[in-house]
C-alpha cells in the first residue's frame, strides 16, 4: 500500500464513510413519519415489532428521539395459559391503541407489540423474564432496561387502568375506551324484523296466556336452581375462583373433593352440600303440597317415613361434614332429667 495516498483518494473515502454512516442512521423525523405509517397500516394501530425494529426503532436511534413507544410483551407458547389471560390482555392493548389513536391521531406515542419466539434478543434487551409484561420506552432512554415498566395492578381493569398508566406516564390523554357494541348494527335491525313478523303471533299467545313465562313447571325449575345456588356456595366459589377440586399431594394422581379447613370450601363439597339441602327442600315441597292430596292414609304414613329418614339422613351428613371442616362439635341438646 502507498505510504502517501493522493488527496482525491482521502477523500473518496471519507465521502463513502460519511454516507454510509447516513444511510445506517437514519434521521429521527424520517423514523417518525415511518412509525406513523405503520400505525396507519395496522387495524387497531399495534405496531408488529421484532429485533430488526427494535434496533432501528429504538437501539440505533438518535437519543432523544421525537418519539416513545409502549411495548406489549406476548408468546405464542404462552397464549393458552389461563392464568396469564395473554389473549384477553392483547385485545384490551389493542383497544387501548385504537382509542389512543383516534382520540389523540397526531400524538408521538405509537403502540407495539413483540412476540418472544420472534425476537429472542429484544426479551434479553429488555430484560423481560415473566409474562404479562408491558414497557414503556420513553424519548430519553437509552438503555431497554431502563424502559418504564407497567405495574401488574395495571392490568386489573384492563383497558381502563392500562390508560391510566399511560396518561400518567407521558401525560398524553387516552380519552375514553371505544370499546365495540355487545350487538352490531345488523343485528340489531335484524332483530326489529324478526320481531315485527312475529309480533301478532306473539301479541296472539300473550292474550290467551299461552307463553313460556305463564308456565308454571319454569317457574318451578327457576325457584330449585335458585335455591341450589344459593345453599351450594356457587358465588362464593366465583367471587372466589375457587377449584371444583385439586390433586392430592400425598397421593398423585387422586384428587380432593372435601378439604379440611373452614378458610377454604372446594366447589366440589359445596354442590355436594347443595344437593342435600335441595334434596331435603324437595322433599318438605311434596310432603307439604302433594302428600296432602293423597287420600291412602296407608300410603301417607309410609311416604311420610321415608321422608323423615332421608332428610334425617341428608341433615346428619351435613353436620358431619361441617364438623369435619371446622373442628366444631354440634351435638343434640339433652334435658338433665333424661341423663
Known amino acids: 500500500m502507498d505510504p502517501n495516498p493522493n488527496p482525491l483518494t482521502l477523500f473518496v473515502l471519507l465521502l463513502t464513510v ?8 437514519p434521521k429521527p423525523d424520517d423514523l417518525l413519519s415511518e412509525l406513523q405509517t405503520l400505525r396507519s397500516a395496522a387495524d387497531s394501530g399495534v405496531i408488529h415489532l421484532d429485533d430488526r425494529s427494535i434496533a432501528r426503532f429504538l437501539t440505533s436511534a438518535q437519543v432523544p428521539r421525537p418519539y416513545s413507544v409502549l411495548v406489549f410483551f406476548d408468546a405464542a407458547q404462552l397464549r393458552s395459559k389461563p392464568d396469564l389471560h395473554l389473549p384477553q390482555l392483547r385485545s384490551e392493548f389493542a383497544l387501548l391503541s385504537h382509542s389512543f389513536r383516534a382520540h389523540s391521531p397526531d400524538a408521538p406515542l405509537f403502540f407495539a407489540d413483540l412476540e418472544f419466539g420472534e425476537s429472542q434478543s429484544s426479551f434479553s434487551l429488555f430484560g423481560v423474564s415473566s409474562l404479562p409484561h408491558v414497557r414503556l420506552v420513553g424519548p430519553d432512554v437509552a438503555s431497554l432496561r431502563d424502559a418504564l415498566a ?3 395492578s395495571a392490568f386489573a381493569r384492563l383497558a381502563e387502568s392500562m390508560a391510566e398508566f399511560v396518561e400518567s406516564s407521558t401525560g398524553f390523554p387516552v380519552g375514553p ?8 348494527t345488523k343485528q340489531i335491525g335484524f332483530l326489529l324484523i324478526a320481531l315485527l313478523i312475529s309480533a301478532p303471533y306473539i301479541i296472539k299467545r300473550i292474550l290467551r296466556g299461552d307463553t313460556l313465562v305463564h308456565d308454571v313447571r319454569l ?7 335458585v335455591y341450589f345456588f344459593s345453599v351450594s356456595g356457587t358465588m362464593h366459589n366465583i367471587i372466589r375462583k375457587m377449584p371444583m377440586v385439586l390433586p392430592d399431594r400425598n397421593a398423585p394422581g387422586k384428587l380432593v373433593f372435601f378439604y379440611q379447613g373452614s378458610g377454604m370450601q372446594l366447589g366440589a363439597e359445596g354442590f355436594a352440600v347443595g344437593f342435600l339441602y335441595t334434596t331435603v327442600g324437595l322433599m318438605l315441597a311434596f310432603v ?8 291412602n292414609r296407608m300410603a301417607q304414613n309410609v311416604v311420610m317415613a321415608v321422608a323423615m329418614v332421608v332428610g334425617y339422613w341428608a341433615v346428619a351428613k351435613v353436620i358431619y361434614l361441617d364438623n369435619w371442616k371446622t373442628g366444631y362439635g354440634i351435638h343434640a341438646f339433652w334435658p338433665n332429667r333424661w341423663k
Not at 18 to 25: D, F, I, Y
Not at 177 to 184: G, K, V, W
Open 288 to 295: 307439604t303440597h302433594v302428600l296432602v292430596r293423597v287420600r
Open 219 to 225: 317457574w318451578m325449575s327457576l325457584a330449585v336452581f
Open 177 to 184: 375506551i371505544l370499546r365495540p357494541p355487545p350487538i352490531s
Open 18 to 25: 460519511a454516507l454510509t454512516l447516513t444511510v445506517a442512521s
Open 150 to 152: 407497567m405495574d401488574q
